[in-house]
């Protein structure tokens, strides 16, 4: 009997304390979700702009309205 409580004395001792590691982050695949829309939104706001300097060339040639001096984004 004294054999059975030392191999469990060395059994318990052996087990490392503490809580387990996590495996992953739990916000990792949300992250990863609003990184992905993020590129998307940034390549869509990049040809919108690109179409809107066409649009603004374009009504320029065609002498269909003035552009104002500022050429700048609104705050």
Same mark, same amino acid.
């Given at each position: 009997?004294?054999? #059975? +409580? $030392?191999?469990?004395? +060395?059994?318990? %001792? =052996? @087990? &490392? /304390? #503490? /809580?387990?590691? =996590?495996? @992953?982050?739990?916000?990792?695949? $949300?992250?990863? +979700? %609003?990184?992905? !829309?993020?590129? /998307? ?7 919108? !702009? ?7 060339? %374009? =009504?320029? %040639?065609? #002498?269909?309205? !003035?552009? &104002?001096?500022?050429? #700048? +984004?609104? =705050?």
């Amino acid at each position: 009997m004294a054999q #059975g +409580r $030392e191999q469990a004395i +060395r059994a318990g %001792l =052996s @087990k &490392p /304390r #503490g /809580r387990k590691p =996590s495996d @992953k982050n739990p916000l990792a695949a $949300e992250n990863a +979700r %609003l990184q992905a !829309e993020i590129q /998307r939104l940034q390549a869509c706001l990049t040809q919108a !702009e690109r179409i809107i300097d066409v649009q603004k060339k %374009l =009504s320029q %040639l065609l #002498g269909l309205c !003035e552009i &104002p001096a500022h050429t #700048g +984004r609104a =705050s």
